[in-house]
């Protein structure tokens, strides 16, 4: 199995850019759909965003245009850099994956019981 490591998250005023990234360690990632959730103070988690191992991309509606998933597989690691950040962006963001060769909606629907997850890395966004 997978692990997964977070990182990058931290304070950034609204409007501005961060990149938090997720690097994997115990398999090869290349074959992997890599998916970027985030969970808001109070509230559910929520799927954001994520990149099929054929580089394929989905994304919410509500980040479409401001963030981007890309992927390193030569690091093993999946970035999703982020612009033009909102307050409501604020929150704690996890990378996750399913079994090797899953389609988006796989790795889309994850609970948090099922696949590998990272530790979370937090995002706040001020006004």
């Known amino acids: 199995q997978v692990q997964l490591v977070d990182s990058g998250g931290g304070l950034v005023q609204a409007g501005g850019s961060l990149r938090v990234s997720c690097a994997a360690s115990?398999?090869?990632?290349?074959?992997?759909?890599v998916g970027w959730f985030r969970q808001a103070p109070g509230k559910e988690r929520e799927f954001v965003a994520a990149?099929?191992?054929?580089?394929?991309?989905y994304y919410i509606d509500s980040v479409k245009a401001r963030f981007t998933i890309s992927r390193d597989d030569a690091k093993n690691t999946v970035y999703l850099q982020m612009n033009n950040l909102k307050p409501e962006d604020t929150a704690v963001y996890y990378c996750?994956?399913?079994?090797?060769?899953?389609?988006?909606?796989?790795?889309?629907?994850?609970?948090?019981?099922?696949?590998?997850w990272g530790q979370g890395t937090l995002v706040t966004v001020s006004s």
């Open positions: 990149i099929h191992w054929t580089d394929t991309t």
């Open positions: 115990g398999r090869t990632f290349s074959t992997y759909t």
């Open positions: 996750a994956t399913g079994p090797p060769l899953s389609s988006i909606v796989k790795v889309s629907t994850l609970t948090a019981r099922e696949g590998s």
